[in-house]
């Protein structure tokens, strides 16, 4: 017989934005598991709905409030569900959710949620809690979770978090707070758990994630110091970290990407521009040329790292030779991807007070931007044919017989063949590359 509680209420959590929301998601899943909320992947049966926002442009932030408003006839049909607002729209906007959409009932910000159960005590009692602090204690100690039971062979685990780089268009220092570094033995710990459960692969999550400097056995460890730890871990055979920023490539991560084995060859490193003058007024505190002699130190320590970036076009006052500037750029450096973006306003930071560029200039200039990223994505998916690679899979593919994992380089690989299973880890001739994945058979 199934023992499943007659008590167990139904959560479902809706994640926008970045891998950390990704991250955090999993953790208020997990306390609200501990509270008998199992989850659930449709808002119709759940008796307790979790929007875990992103602020970091209009758009993703508006479409919180679309997404509320089509959850009306639900809550009008079940008065009891409850209606939580959690992450950086939360943390941006608090009350002013609750004035603009008075059905939620809680509204958490990305440092609190440790304090759901008890928030989800207070609607229960007929509160609208709204918490947004940046308490002292660590949210991740005070969790008291019960882990899921099944796991990908993909994790992320958040190491660093915050920012205080400021950079002149982002919400990010705002909503966040100031940089924090986890405890290098808590991580530690939470990455053993991870591969007991598991886990053949650990994203280490940051807003600036090499700008880590926890605590550590000796004094404080840099990021580099940290991945040499994770490196001992048997049964831990992939290690990536995200996002870094170009200022804090320390020396001795850039060597580790060419000495650590299980340190994966892709770097995502952010630019957002090629100008100088445009780099100055978005206070990203490098130039154009630093950026590039520090792609080619990293590429000198491990040549065939896959580089990802992100753009924004047409930040105010952003000229054409402004952006040919950032086309040079890209063509310097070959990104095997990159995230682009149309500059959008956000109240309260520096450049919002700054006269636009013209919407259809921008357009363009975006149009033309992401034709070039993607021409230099295809060379590189192109080059993999022929070449042995490692691969993990995660999840059998649509195809009858075929199994989908991510290369070393980070891309989709498909393989058809007997006996692979989720969480195996290997080689595999990538024999054809498709739009936006590529084939192989096994070695
Ligand atoms: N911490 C990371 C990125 C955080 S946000 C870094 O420093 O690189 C992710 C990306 O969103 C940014 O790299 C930037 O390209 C984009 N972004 C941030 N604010 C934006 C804004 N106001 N308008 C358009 N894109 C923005
Ligand atoms: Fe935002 Fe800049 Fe901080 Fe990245 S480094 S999170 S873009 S302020
Ligand atoms: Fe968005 Fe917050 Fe991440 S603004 S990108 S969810 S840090």
Known sequence: ????????????????????????????AEAM????????????????ILLNTCHIREKAAEKVYSELGRFKD?????????????????????????????????VVGPQTYHR????????????????????????????????????????FLTVQEGCDKFCAFCVVPYTRGAEVSRPVDRILREARELVARGVKEITLLGQNVNAYHGEGPGGTWSLAKLIWALDEIDGLERIRFTTSH???????????HGTCKKLMPYLHLPVQSGSDKILKRMNRSHTAEQYLRLIERIRAARPDILISGDFIVGFPEETDADFEDTMSLIRAVGYGQAFSFKYS????????????????????????????????????????????????????????????GKSDYLHAVHVTAEGIAPGDLRRVRITEAGPNSLAGELV
């Open 1 to 28: 017989m199934s023992e499943t509680p007659t008590n167990t209420k139904k959560l479902f959590i809706r994640t926008y934005g970045c891998q950390m929301n990704v991250y955090d998601s999993e953790r208020m």
């Open 246 to 256: 170009p200022n804090d490539m320390e020396d001795d991560l850039i060597e580790a």
């Open 116 to 155: 759901l159960p008890d928030m989800v005590a207070k609607v229960e009692a007929g509160e609208k809690p709204v918490d947004t602090d940046f308490p002292l204690e660590d949210k991740f100690e005070k969790l008291k979770n019960r882990p899921t039971a099944t796991r990908a062979p993909a994790a």
């Open 345 to 404: 306003t956000r109240p309260g930071t520096p450049a919002a007070e700054r006269p636009l560029v013209d919407e259809a200039v921008s357009s363009d200039r975006l149009q033309r931007l992401q034709a070039l990223i993607n021409d230099q994505a295809r060379e590189v998916m192109e080059s993999m044919v022929g070449r042995e690679v490692g691969v993990l899979f995660e999840k059998p593919g649509r195809m009858p017989g075929q199994m989908v």
């Open 74 to 106: 639900l809550k009008a049909a079940k008065p009891d569900l409850k209606i939580g607002v959690a992450g950086c729209v939360a943390q941006a906007e608090g009350q002013e959710i609750m004035r603009r959409q008075p059905m939620v009932d809680l």
């Open 33 to 48: 598991g501990g509270e008998g909320y199992e989850e659930v992947d449709s808002p119709d049966q759940a008796d307790m």
